[in-house]
């Protein structure tokens, strides 16, 4: 069951990859980056809970607090500010 | 006063939340850090202080709460819809909203909801006005538009906050 | 057991929503009803799985609740931001008709000011 | 045990195609957009290889702090590689 849903996280992660390597413009990119972040955030999860260890858990809350940190910064250089 | 007490509170329980733990040692090291960071922004983290824990504001933020799920589903049963049909019934356009909050944060937190129900999205917010992708565009009127987009959130946010 | 039960349910329907946001990302035709499609479908999604999770592993649920909250927070703020830089670059919104486009000139009249 | 084997095969292909992507790439915004692929992919490997406090470090500082450095450094200099 949890093998299965991880090959639709996965199935997803390869859509939002497609995105990345053709969208015409850096936005669709980084736009695609932001989505896999997410999803690499509840995939991290629901493999927690495969293993069955509680101490997986925090990468992920590293991954919700910090993820998108690195997308704002991307963002406020496409503007000009920063 | 009221604002430092506030601010310690929530950083506390977020504090709480992350270690996930009643032990002691952890306890007195997370007052200890709490209080460090609320001497430094306590100024600038909060407007209204302990007064925000009245329990008619309480029960206004559960209310909200509620209203912004449903608002969260149905947005993404309405996405699901036109990303699946092989047609892709989409109308985009970018809309003026005027909204009648005054508080910063409240206008935040409108603009954080409207990007998460149906077909809006904020693009940016200048003085009063927010600016609205809106995915499918049926009336320019300002009227039908603050009905349609926000109505039901800002009457809810503009009594927690007044 | 029913919690189980339930937490799969959430689990399974969180998967279908980051699938339909993730393909939502890859068929829309400009960037920002592209990130209509990615930011609600996978907020939504994220946090259904995260919840999930929690329900199925009730001694985990605090920390799981923690993650939804800050998902809850930090998802459209990133958004907007990128949808504000990406406008402000020149990227104009695809329309199917002309003059739907508020937002157009209003950067210019506030440079001047 | 085997889809975890053809998991770790699949991230390791998605890891050397964005490495590649972020040599050629003349646009350094587009590079380190592909670096930052490359820090999520690496963490979720180091994950299931038994390593969560390294992949906790890897988030945060792939994610997060490494993103900020480069951003700022093309900033201060050009953002087109001659």
Redesign the interface.
Same mark, same amino acid.
Request: positive net charge; glycine residues 8%; proline residues 4%.
């Given at each position: 069951m949890i093998i299965f849903l991880l090959s639709v996280l996965g199935l997803a992660i390869i859509f939002a990859l497609i995105r990345g390597f053709k969208g015409p413009t850096a936005s669709d990119r980084i736009v695609a980056l932001d989505n896999i972040t997410t999803i690499v955030t509840a995939g991290l999860v629901l493999l927690g809970l495969y293993f069955e260890r509680y101490i997986y858990v925090d990468v992920s809350l590293i991954y919700a607090v910090l993820g998108f940190v690195g997308v704002l910064t991307l963002a406020r250089y496409m503007e000009g500010g920063l | 006063m009221s604002r430092f007490l506030f601010t310690f509170i929530i950083l506390f329980l977020i504090w709480l939340g992350f270690t996930t733990s009643l032990a002691t040692s952890e306890l007195i090291t997370g007052a200890v850090i709490s209080l460090i960071i609320t001497s430094f922004v306590y100024k600038t983290f909060t407007d209204y202080g302990m007064k925000f824990f009245s329990p008619m504001r309480v029960a206004y933020i559960i209310q909200y709460l509620i209203v912004f799920l449903i608002a969260l589903i149905k947005a993404n049963l309405d996405v699901a819809r036109r990303v699946v049909d092989p047609k892709l019934p989409i109308n985009p356009g970018i809309v003026k909203y005027d909204t009648k909050l005054k508080s910063r944060t409240a206008k935040v937190i409108l603009a954080n909801s409207i990007t998460l129900t149906p077909g809006t999205l904020t693009v940016d917010i200048i003085d009063d006005a927010l600016y609205i992708h809106w995915i499918d565009v049926t009336s320019k009127d300002p009227d039908v538009i603050y009905r349609e987009i926000g109505e039901s959130f800002e009457k809810i946010l503009r009594k927690i906050f007044q | 057991m029913i919690l189980e039960t339930i937490g799969?349910i959430i689990?399974?329907i969180?998967?279908?929503?980051? $699938?339909?946001?993730?393909?939502? +990302?890859?068929?829309?035709?400009? %960037?920002? &009803?592209?990130?209509? !499609?990615?930011?609600?479908?996978?907020?939504?999604?994220?946090m259904g799985?995260?919840f999930g999770?929690g329900l199925?592993?009730p001694?985990?649920f605090?920390?799981? $609740?923690?993650?939804v909250?800050? +998902?809850?927070?930090?998802?459209? %703020?990133? &958004?907007?931001?990128? !949808?504000?830089?990406?406008?402000?670059?020149g990227?104009k919104?695809?329309?199917?008709?002309e003059g739907?486009?508020?937002?157009?000139g209003?950067y210019e009249a506030?440079e001047e000011k | 045990m085997t889809w975890l084997a053809v998991l770790v095969a699949l991230l390791i292909v998605v890891m050397v195609a964005a490495a590649l992507y972020s040599v050629v790439q003349k646009d350094l915004i587009l590079a380190v957009i592909g670096t930052s692929v490359i820090s999520v992919v690496l963490s979720v490997l180091f994950y299931l290889l038994q390593a969560p406090d390294v992949a906790l470090t890897e988030a945060a500082i792939g994610v997060a702090l490494s993103t900020i450095i480069f951003v700022i450094a093309i900033k201060k200099t050009d953002r087109y590689e001659e």
């Open positions: - | - | 799969y689990i399974s969180g998967a279908i929503f980051l $699938f339909l946001g993730a393909f939502g +990302i890859f068929r829309m035709p400009d %960037i920002y &009803s592209r990130m209509q !499609a990615g930011t609600k479908a996978t907020t939504l999604g994220a799985v995260v999770v199925v592993q001694e985990w605090w920390k799981t $609740f923690i993650i909250l800050f +998902i809850a927070i930090s998802n459209p %703020i990133s &958004s907007h931001a990128l !949808a504000r830089g990406s406008y402000k670059i990227i919104p695809f329309t199917k008709k739907l486009d508020d937002l157009d209003v506030e | -």
